[in-house]
């Protein structure tokens, strides 16, 4: 009798068992699918209603904060967590050759989905309620643009902002980087010591800062006793005391209150600027000084064409920062005396004159600005990539 050919795992005509399992998850799996899809639409439900019912039932808690906020973190990443359990499940169900390439898009869908959601959508209601009128209940074309584009307090607010724009971004990073070279020279503790204290104010809230710097610029009639630090220097000197946040010559309050963003942003520009100086290999350094470059030339011809990519970087970041101001101005003038910025224009309109339209129109203007330099950054972070 003839023996029944035995087919052996290691013999290359026969199939591998890696092979046999590969073959069946290359068949598609329609219940994996569908309780997939099943577990994400029910876990979505719970913790869309369970948030509502944070928001708008807080009885159900005993109307404790610290209880809500705990139940929150919980059903927040909770769900999320099996949320992309069963997003997982319903991936598998796929065949092989679909499922590999899904899982990338898969596990960006929910986040794209809360930026659409958060973001997105707002960005084109708004553009939408720049046409209507103040309560939103008829279209009015373009009147809103025409009434803040022939207000000149709003062209007063543009020139704020446009001096802002100048102003901060550039002085903040210039600082920055001369904080970030000068500590590179200290010893390693005299390093730590001077970044800590520059990289200190960041930890301070915009109106902390306003609060601190309302301290320094405190006016007193004259005669009185002088509470605010840079008045009492002033006629402690024998000069007179001055409003600081009233002087609109020149737009000195606007540049008082530049101090103030340049004091909280330094630390932040120092540090991303000295990690980008101590990335800077050490022998092109070493080279220069063989060749007999001095310290300034070193500077300026080796590290910072380095660092040139960082500093842009930490200025467009700045800027945008810059064209979003509103804390400071808000606690310590309220955009009086021509101090007024973009932000805190359409809080007012907004919630104070209750022109929802024409706040609209404004925040519509604000983006249009703020397009082109989040466009640039795309662009540049995009090239530095191909770069390396």
């Known amino acids: 009798m003839t023996a029944a050919p035995v087919t052996r795992y290691d013999d290359p005509s026969g199939p591998a068992p890696t092979e046999v399992e590969d073959a069946k998850r290359g068949s598609a799996r329609p219940v994996r699918v569908l309780v997939g899809i099943v577990g994400m639409a029910v876990i979505a439900w719970f913790i869309c209603n369970a948030f ?29 967590v099996v949320f992309f359990y069963f997003l997982n499940i319903c991936i598998e169900g796929f065949p092989a050759r679909f499922s590999a390439g899904l899982i990338p898009y898969a596990f960006l869908l929910p986040g794209f989905s809360l930026i659409g959601l958060f973001l997105l959508y707002p960005t084109v209601q708004t553009i939408v309620y720049s046409f209507a009128n103040d309560d939103s209940t008829a279209w009015v074309g373009l009147a809103n643009y025409k009434a803040i584009f022939s207000s000149g307090h709003f062209w007063s607010t543009l020139v704020n902002n446009l001096l802002w724009i100048l102003i901060v971004p550039v002085v903040t990073v210039a600082f920055g ?103 800077v290999p050490e022998d092109t350094v ?21 660092v040139r990519p960082t500093l842009i970087a930490v200025l467009i970041t700045v800027l945008i920062l810059v064209l979003k101001v509103f804390d400071l101005i808000y606690v310590t003038t309220n955009g009086l005396y021509d101090s007024d910025v973009i932000a805190n224009l359409f809080f007012r309109k907004l919630f104070t004159d209750q022109q929802a339209g024409q706040a609209s129109a404004i925040v519509v203007v604000l983006l249009i600005l703020v397009l082109p330099i989040l466009v640039y950054q795309v662009k540049s972070f995009r090239q530095q990539e191909a770069n390396r």
């Open 52 to 80: 509502l019912a944070f928001a708008y039932f807080p009885g159900w808690f005993a109307h404790s904060g610290i209880l809500i906020g705990i139940l929150g973190l919980v059903v927040g990443i909770g769900g999320a």
């Open 286 to 306: 070493e080279a220069g000084r063989v060749d007999g470059a001095s310290e300034a030339r070193i500077f300026w011809q080796i590290i910072f064409p380095q």
């Open 177 to 279: 980087l001369a904080v970030a070279v000068l500590a590179d020279k200290l010893s390693p503790t005299g390093e730590n010591s001077a970044k800590s204290l520059i990289f200190l104010p960041m930890a301070i809230s915009f109106v902390g800062a306003a609060t601190i710097w309302g301290l320094v610029y405190n006016y007193s009639a004259p005669g009185s006793a002088q509470t605010g630090l840079l008045n009492a220097i002033i006629t402690a000197l024998g000069g007179d005391p001055q409003p600081w946040y009233q002087i609109d010559t020149a737009r000195l309050n606007s540049m008082a209150l530049m101090v103030i963003l340049i004091w909280l942003q330094t630390g932040f520009a120092m540090v991303l600027i000295s990690s980008a100086i101590k990335s």
